[in-house]
């Protein structure tokens, strides 16, 4: 479908010199002089690169849009995951590059969401929280609760959290997936 320039939003995907493009951030910018335009960063989604555009209200861009599914995690093998379709029971690997990051993330039977451009994997999204075990931390210091400090913290899949002083060893915590980050302890 045909958008105009000026009509993308961040989260869209489109399609731009041959490449498939989720734009990231956007700014309207309208000079002193000459005609306004849209300032995109857009980040690659075959390979990561990322680059910033301008598209005038006069250009046209194809937007493209990508089917999402869910599957559900099965295991990691090396330098693969694989994936099973909840519909039809089918299975894909994904090597790790695919899953990024957050692959530490990623627990026995975890519903992930997986976007497909023409029937092929493009991206793994985690859900946000994931509910970890701490293993490991300092204890906390008498009087140290009055600051709004935190400690480190190790979890039962080896992820680093920096976690409030109240939190203790066996304490169960809810943490972002996007970027570690401690949100609050789990119930």
Same mark, same amino acid.
Do not use: C
């Given at each position: 479908m045909k958008i105009?320039?000026?009509a993308? $939003?961040? /989260?869209?995907v489109i *399609?731009?010199?041959?490449?498939l493009? $989720?734009?990231?951030?956007i ?5 002193? &002089? ?10 690659? @989604?075959?390979?990561g690169?990322?680059k910033?555009e301008?598209? $005038? =209200? =006069?250009?046209k861009v *194809? &937007?493209?849009r +990508?089917?999402?599914?869910?599957f559900?995690?099965?295991? %990691? ?28 993330? +990623?627990q026995? /039977?975890?519903? !992930?969401?997986i976007?497909?451009? *023409? ?6 999204? @985690?859900? *946000?929280?994931v509910t ?8 906390? +210091?008498? /009087?140290?609760?009055?600051?709004? =400090? ?7 899949? %080896? !992820? $680093? ?8 060893? %066996?304490? &169960?915590?809810?943490?972002?997936t996007?970027?570690?980050s ?6």
């Open positions: 105009d320039g000026n993308i $939003r961040p /989260g869209n *399609e731009y010199e041959s490449g493009w $989720r734009a990231v951030k700014q309207h910018t309208q000079p002193g &002089k000459g005609g306004a335009y849209l300032q995109v960063e857009l980040k690659n @989604l075959i390979d690169t990322k910033n301008r598209f $005038r =209200s =006069s250009e *194809e &937007k493209v +990508l089917d999402q599914k869910d559900q995690f099965l295991f %990691g093998d090396g330098d693969t995951f694989t994936f099973m379709d909840q519909d039809t029971y089918d299975q894909i690997a994904l090597p790790n590059d695919d899953v990024g990051e957050q692959a530490v993330f +990623l026995d /039977g975890m519903v !992930v969401t976007e497909m451009y *023409e029937e092929k994997p493009i991206s793994v999204a @985690l859900p *946000e929280h970890l075990e701490v293993t490991e931390t300092e204890p906390a +210091l008498k /009087g140290q609760t009055v600051t709004s =400090s935190y400690k480190p913290a190790m979890t039962d899949i %080896g !992820v $680093r959290v920096m976690v409030p002083p109240f939190i203790d060893q %066996g304490t &169960k915590i809810i943490v972002a996007e970027d570690s401690y949100v609050k302890r789990a119930d």
